[in-house]
């Protein structure tokens, strides 16, 4: 048997009361009625502060958010951006928040708004949430905070969307920035790891090369036969690589397939050959 503390039977009440109350609320104004977050009230390890709805827009555009993706908002307060994610872009999305009266909250405004088909609100820690089925991730959290969910997102599926408010992901350069008078926006699309020695095979036959590679994040330089490559570029699993060849410069695109790579090569007289790449 469990013996709870008289104060922890009135939070505990307090709590279902509020739950209930939320649950039958049909507008808006009505769950505003039975809880109203107040802007600067303590969170786990942040501070609750809405993001203006131009703001909101602005980041799942930059997140490119489509009707198939799933959007995890990590911090999701009172659930603006989930909702917004369904109503205005037709994506499906999970906002994770720690608050059990904030969560609560959400829920009562996602039902408000008619998008519990889509949308749902979770009650929990983002540090302990698997949030790596999402397609695009969005953060209004801490510096601190980003860099310590930064492992997990490195990890997840190359192509990954990760919009931020204000705050950056410590030496992880954005690939787009986005600042207006509604604040700062800042975007990271995963990428796929590419970093060693890899033996690229023409799939009809003929003369291998080799490609040695080195990455930081989604910034990438190489060498071919010992000679630099002319440029490099990898968003998310595409990767673009221009280099000089006995024939003059061939420009290589391919996509990342695990430790493998499907590509196409193009050389200074417009012929294309297939490849594909495996690394050691």
């Given amino acids: 048997m469990v013996n709870l503390r008289p104060s922890m039977i009135v939070a505990l009440c307090g709590t279902l009361l509020l739950a209930t109350s ?3 609320a ?3 104004a009505e769950c505003e009625k039975t809880y109203k977050p107040q802007t600067g009230q303590a969170g786990k390890d942040v501070i609750w502060v809405p993001t203006n709805d131009a703001l ?33 872009f037709g994506a499906t999305a999970v906002g994770v928040e720690y608050n059990p009266d904030m969560a609560t909250f959400a829920q009562c405004l996602v039902k408000a708004e008619g998008v519990s088909d889509k949308v749902r609100i979770i009650q929990g820690d983002i540090f302990q949430t698997d949030f790596t089925s999402a397609t695009v991730v969005t953060l209004y ?9 930064r492992p997990t997102i490195l990890k997840m599926k190359p192509g990954t969307r990760v919009v931020s408010h204000s705050f950056l992901m410590d030496d992880w350069e954005p690939d787009e920035r986005s600042n207006t008078s509604d604040g700062s926006a ?8 590419v970093d060693g020695t890899w033996t690229f095979t023409p799939q009809r036959g003929g003369e291998k090369f080799v490609v040695q590679l080195e990455q930081t994040f989604q910034q990438v330089k190489g060498t071919i036969a010992g000679k630099p490559v002319t ?38 007289a417009n012929k294309q050959t297939r490849y594909t790449a495996t690394r050691s």
């Fill in 141 to 149: 959290l801490l510096p601190e905070l980003n860099l310590k969910l």
């Fill in 231 to 268: 440029s490099a570029k990898l968003n998310g699993a595409d990767i673009e690589i221009a280099f000089v060849g006995d024939r003059g410069t061939s420009q290589l695109k391919g996509k990342v397939e695990g430790g493998r790579i499907e590509a196409i090569v193009t050389d200074s």
């Fill in 56 to 88: 909101v827009e602005r980041m799942l555009r930059m997140a490119d958010v489509k009707s198939t993706d799933r959007v995890f908002d990590l911090g999701a307060g009172d659930g603006k951006i989930a909702i917004t994610a369904a109503k205005k």
């Fill in 26 to 28: 049909q507008t808006r």
């Fill in 22 to 24: 939320l649950g039958q």
């Fill in 186 to 193: 800042y975007l990271w699309i995963v990428p796929a790891s």
